[in-house]
Nanobody, 126 residues
Framework: QVQLVESGGDSVQAGGSLRLSCTAS????????MTWFRQTPGKEREVVAT???????KYADSVKGRFTVSQDNARDSLFLQMNSLKPEDTAMYYC????????????????????WGAGTQVTVSS
């Protein structure tokens, strides 16, 4: 099993920055993919950024150049550095983890994940 706890959400003005953290516990081999999602009421959940166990990252077009996903060396913490925030970034942000790598090939960019955190709210005002 894997437990995930997000933190760092806050209310900021447009143009500001936030750093989200996700603390992971449980078996590391169950966290070969770690991903940030976001969701606003009435909208589908959106993949924001993923990072594979070897550090390969991928971003949604809407956040490229503004957000950076990273993890610590022990892969017990996942981070999302968010710069140049826009009102449309307002959402509940979730951390997710799962095992989606086979023979070195990972499929982390996906909607369905096995383990989820409870989320942290980010609100960006104009």
């Amino acid at each position: 099993q894997v437990q995930l706890v997000e933190s760092g959400g806050d209310s900021v003005q447009a143009g500001g920055s936030l750093r989200l953290s996700c603390t992971a516990s449980g078996y590391p081999y169950l966290r070969s993919c770690m991903t940030w999602f976001r969701q606003t009421p009435g909208k589908e959940r959106e993949v924001v950024a993923t990072i594979e166990r070897l550090g390969v990252t991928k971003y949604a077009d809407s956040v490229k150049g503004r957000f950076t996903v990273s993890q610590d060396n022990a892969r017990d913490s996942l981070f999302l550095q968010m710069n140049s925030l826009k009102p449309e970034d307002t959402a509940m942000y979730y951390c997710a983890a799962g095992v989606y790598c086979t023979k070195g090939v990972c499929s982390c960019w996906r909607q369905e994940y096995e383990f989820w955190g409870a989320g942290t709210q980010v609100t960006v005002s104009s």
